[in-house]
């Protein structure tokens, strides 16, 4: 009994911790936790201990299991809801400045770069040299832009 409870312990401990880097939503940390708990109870019936330290011992350690899957799926999820920053997608939203601009398509420059660009809405007003855009979605390689609007450039 000793030897399957401590492989029960060996193994709750590496899902608890797998959990915490692979993110799976709680499938690998709760059937670790619960291998934890039957580990803890094995081991120490095991050994002779009494009925009181097996289940306090089974309670401690449930606990702080519980407590590891619960901390590694509320950052979990606080990752998942944040803006993405990098790539295509991040950069919607972003200001850039007209560097060249011929009716349909044009060049801006968006932090630091040179994107090709064409106008999010075809009836909107011509843009000209040194205007001001905001992102508003990416097409492949192609920036789709509007003029900004003056209080949007007031920061």
Known sequence: MTALGLALLVIGGVVVILEAHVQSLGFLGVPGVA???????????????????????????????????????????AVRRRRIQTGSEGIIGHFGVVRRWSEPTGTVLVDGALWQARLSL???APLHDGDHVVVERVNGLTLCVRKAENWELVA
């Not at 097996?54 to 950052?75: H, Y």
């Open 35 to 77: 291998a934890l708990t039957a580990g803890t109870v094995l081991t120490v019936t095991g050994v002779g201990g009494g009925v009181a330290l097996v289940v306090a011992c089974a309670l401690v350690l449930a606990a702080i299991g519980a407590a590891a899957v619960a901390l590694s799926l509320n950052k979990g999820i």
């Open 122 to 124: 075809p009836d909107e």
